[in-house]
């Protein structure tokens, strides 16, 4: 019965999710890479790539539901967070830290990634877990009480006027709910998208490289918009679009190569 399941789970499966995302964090990677400063703010802008895909993929649920299902991974994060902080507290050399353990810790347990000085990323890893269940909660309470429109706008707007960053990433994901919106919009009309792959993944590759190259990066963990939010804000939807599109235009080429090996199978056994 479960390989039943499982294999109608696959059948299911939509592949171009799984190329998007693959390439997503073989550039994240890169990003971590002490690449240069241009090539780096070209690549940050590929964070909100996974928001994307989450809100393409996220289903309708309740309360009782989204607690369930997330509650691991806040554990996932506190507990290989905790790993980090013990070895960093016990191996790093003093003359390395930039304050002390109990800082240290009071930002790891409020996932407080803005305070570079005071908390290293190799402590907090997996912030980005946080920063997903807190927008998912958003979204799910904003659309139960139908305010989710006019949040996603209230969202926005908090870019330009950035009035400090909250702990457990709530402003990030209060400013990224428009990434979730516009996965779960995609959705709906893919077979619209789909049939101008093309041209959206070359017009967003284009806005992406600009607004990267000419005007400045993003950083969600760092809850950095750019110089030019509103270019940002541009940018950030070109590269999320490229993704979609290249992640189509592989899961096609993957699906021409299948049946070209079984034409070429069956030509060289009947022959």
């Keep these: 019965m479960k390989r039943v399941e499982n294999s109608n789970a696959n059948k299911n499966r939509e592949l171009w999710v799984d190329y998007a995302r693959g390439l997503a964090l073989i550039m994240?990677?890169?990003?971590?890479?002490?690449?240069?400063?241009?090539?780096?703010?070209?690549?940050?802008?590929?964070?909100?790539v996974f928001p994307f895909l989450t809100g393409y993929l996220?289903?309708?649920?309740?309360?009782?539901?989204?607690?369930?299902?997330?509650?691991?991974l806040v554990i996932s994060y506190y507990y290989i967070g905790a790993i980090s902080y013990i070895l960093w507290i016990f191996l790093v050399p003093e003359a390395f830290r930039k304050t002390d353990n109990v800082t240290y810790l009071k930002?790891?347990?409020?996932?407080?990634?803005?305070?570079?000085?005071?908390?290293?990323?190799p402590i907090v890893p997996l912030w980005y877990l946080i920063?997903?269940?807190?927008?998912?909660?958003m979204l799910i309470a904003f659309r139960k009480f139908h305010v989710l429109p006019y949040a996603i706008v209230v969202g926005i707007l908090l870019r330009f006027f950035y009035p400090g960053a909250l702990p457990f990433k709530v402003d990030v994901a209060f400013s990224g709910l428009y990434m979730f919106?516009?996965?779960?919009?995609?959705?709906?009309?893919?077979?619209?998208?789909?049939?101008?792959?093309?041209?959206?993944?070359?017009v967003g590759l284009i806005t992406w490289t600009l607004v990267a190259?000419?005007?400045?990066?993003t950083s969600w963990n760092m809850d950095y918009y750019g110089i030019n939010p509103?270019?940002?804000?541009f940018g950030e939807i070109g590269t999320a679009m490229c993704?979609?599109?290249?992640g189509i235009l592989i899961e096609r080429f993957v699906n021409i190569s299948k049946n070209t090996n079984s034409l070429l199978r069956r030509f060289f056994v009947k022959y």
């Design 213 to 217: 190259l000419f005007v400045d990066g």
């Design 131 to 137: 920063f997903l269940i807190v927008a998912e909660f």
């Design 243 to 246: 993704f979609f599109s290249i």
């Design 230 to 233: 509103l270019l940002t804000f």
């Design 107 to 121: 930002n790891f347990l409020l996932v407080r990634t803005d305070l570079l000085e005071k908390i290293p990323l």
């Design 28 to 48: 994240v990677v890169l990003a971590h890479s002490q690449i240069p400063w241009k090539l780096f703010g070209f690549v940050s802008y590929v964070i909100v």
């Design 181 to 202: 919106w516009l996965g779960k919009f995609v959705k709906e009309k893919r077979t619209t998208f789909e049939k101008f792959v093309g041209i959206i993944g070359l």
């Design 58 to 72: 996220m289903k309708d649920m309740g309360f009782k539901d989204f607690f369930a299902k997330r509650i691991t």
